[in-house]
């Protein structure tokens, strides 16, 4: 006779199978998309190219203020430039908020960049596995790890000198 404990283990089986094939074929996938994995310039957006320092975050779709002098300039060349081994990928906090990637691209285009320039930039939703990171507001870890006092007192390069 066939039990409720039976019916149950036998169903616990399946899950774990289930769960087992799944976690396989996402690390296949994985795996064959790492083999042709582009190296990653991740840059991030207010700060690096958008000059945020004299106006106030209103939300990710408002971005008001300039382009950081010779930023776009910058982006062009390195959108050309770079190896084809190589993708740029804008990444902000505003990439995950609804509207975000849209007003990002739309603010590219406003200060120089084509369509196809922006055709060109991955705007990931999640952090990717750069290769290296563009950003104003992060510390370069170099093997030691820094002082509370310097982390509490980090400042982004255009706020330092001011008070």
Same mark, same amino acid.
């Given at each position: 006779?066939?039990?409720?404990?039976?019916?149950?283990?036998?169903?616990?089986?399946?899950?774990?199978?289930?769960?087992?094939?799944?976690?396989?074929?996402?690390?296949?996938?994985?795996?064959?998309?790492?083999?042709?994995?582009?190296?990653?310039?991740?840059?991030?957006?207010?700060?690096?190219?958008?000059?945020?320092?004299?106006?106030?975050?209103?939300?990710?779709?408002?971005?008001?203020?300039?382009?950081?002098?010779?930023?776009?300039?910058?982006?062009?060349?390195?959108?050309?430039?770079?190896?084809? /081994?190589?993708?740029?990928?804008? !990444? =902000?906090?505003?990439?995950?908020?609804?509207?975000? %990637?849209?007003?990002? *691209?739309? +603010?590219?285009?406003?200060?120089?960049?084509?369509?196809?320039?922006?055709?060109?930039?991955?705007?990931?939703?999640?952090?990717?596995?750069?290769?290296?990171?563009? /950003?104003?507001?992060?510390?370069? !870890? =170099?093997?030691?790890?820094?002082?509370?006092?310097? %982390?509490?007192?980090? *400042?982004? +390069?255009?706020?330092?000198?001011?008070?």
């Amino acid at each position: 006779m066939i039990t409720i404990n039976t019916v149950a283990f036998a169903g616990f089986i399946c899950v774990c199978i289930a769960l087992c094939f799944d976690t396989v074929c996402r690390w296949i996938s994985i795996e064959l998309r790492n083999q042709n994995r582009k190296k990653i310039i991740c840059i991030d957006f207010d700060g690096v190219l958008h000059d945020n320092t004299h106006t106030a975050w209103k939300n990710a779709r408002i971005i008001s203020g300039d382009a950081i002098m010779d930023s776009i300039s910058w982006l062009h060349r390195l959108i050309y430039s770079l190896p084809k /081994d190589y993708e740029i990928a804008i !990444f =902000s906090s505003r990439n995950a908020a609804f509207g975000g %990637i849209r007003a990002m *691209k739309k +603010w590219l285009f406003m200060y120089g960049l084509s369509e196809d320039d922006i055709a060109r930039i991955s705007f990931p939703i999640y952090k990717p596995p750069a290769h290296v990171v563009i /950003d104003d507001r992060a510390l370069q !870890f =170099s093997g030691f790890y820094p002082e509370v006092k310097n %982390i509490i007192s980090f *400042k982004p +390069w255009n706020k330092r000198g001011k008070e």
